[in-house]
């Protein structure tokens, strides 16, 4: 049986798509069509029910792929290993959000960069959810931290962490919005408090609202900046109330530049996942990486 063919077949498997397949494999979509057909006549079985959108395996399907797919991972790890000088470092990509990413997850792998026969070269990119899957599905990444988990064959993913949002904002607001503690009941009066947020449309202080309050944030954003740790400075700096993570604003609520709003009996929570291509723990240097990560999630909950 050609290789070839089992390659595109499992790409397909975990894609859930010939498109979304041939642009992983740089093949046209007739192409990658005309090998999975190549490959059903010669097992005498369909391997893929087509649908309206993408495909679906069929029970052969599934049961070739079982078989299939780690034996071509281990012979792509082999290849990959094979073209590496001994006395190079082996490059992990990692892609995820700026400030996780920053704060946490870089600081955490720096540990196994360096020359020590384990370690490993280290190149960082940043971006949203969407972006970040996207990328590493086309295999620009090879570790992403998102927060969806991703849907589909192609791509794995492990919760990593879970991260609390606290209502924030400097001591004067608090005090002109007659919060002397956090309640747990009662919603403070902060309609007059302009808000400080990542985007237009609110997302932190919108879900806090309703995850918290069951009501929508009554007014707008005064200061926006694509950056939770621009956000978090504006507020220090007086601009207004803010919803940031605990881990991000931590430091700045032991010194009291900003004090919590509100303590809800339930805090909201973002669960964080580490997100690899399915099968691509077999190379060493990724593997580490993951499991590395999330023994460091540990002391992040």
Not at 31 to 40: F, G, N
Request: proline residues 7%.
């Amino acid at each position: 049986m050609d290789l070839a063919l089992l390659r595109t077949f499992v790409t397909v498997h975990r894609a859930g798509s010939f498109t979304r397949a041939a642009a992983l494999l740089g093949l046209s979509q007739p192409a990658v069509t005309s090998q999975i057909r190549t490959l059903e006549r010669q097992l005498g079985r369909p391997l893929f029910l087509r649908q309206a959108r993408g495909v679906t395996p069929t029970t052969t399907g599934d049961e070739l792929a079982h078989k299939a797919a780690p034996h071509l991972d281990a012979l792509v790890e082999i290849a990959e290993t094979g073209l590496e000088d001994d006395s190079s470092l082996r490059t992990l990509h990692l892609a995820g959000p700026p400030e996780f990413t920053a704060e946490r997850a870089l600081p955490a792998l720096t540990e196994l960069t360096g020359e020590d026969g384990q370690g490993f070269a280290l190149r960082a990119s940043f971006g949203n959810a969407e972006e970040t899957l996207e990328g590493l599905a086309a295999e620009h990444h090879d570790l992403a931290i998102g927060t969806a988990r991703p849907r589909g064959a192609l791509l794995t993913a492990t919760a990593l962490c879970d991260e609390e949002h606290v209502l924030v904002a400097a001591p004067d607001w608090a005090e002109r919005a007659g919060v002397e503690k956090p309640h747990s009941t009662d919603a403070p009066a902060l309609e007059d408090v302009p808000v400080v947020e990542v985007h237009e449309s609110l997302p932190f202080v919108a879900r806090y609202w309703a995850s918290v309050f069951d009501a929508r944030p009554a007014a707008p954003g005064t200061v926006v900046a694509p950056d939770l740790r621009a956000v978090l400075a504006c507020t220090v700096a007086g601009a207004g109330l803010a919803v940031l993570p605990r881990y991000l604003c931590a430091v700045a609520l032991e010194r009291g530049d900003i004090v919590a709003l509100h303590d809800p009996p339930v805090p909201p929570l973002r669960t964080y996942f580490l997100v690899v291509r399915t099968g691509t723990l077999a190379m060493p240097h990724i593997a580490r990486a993951h499991e590395w990560l999330l023994r460091a999630a540990a002391d992040w909950n």
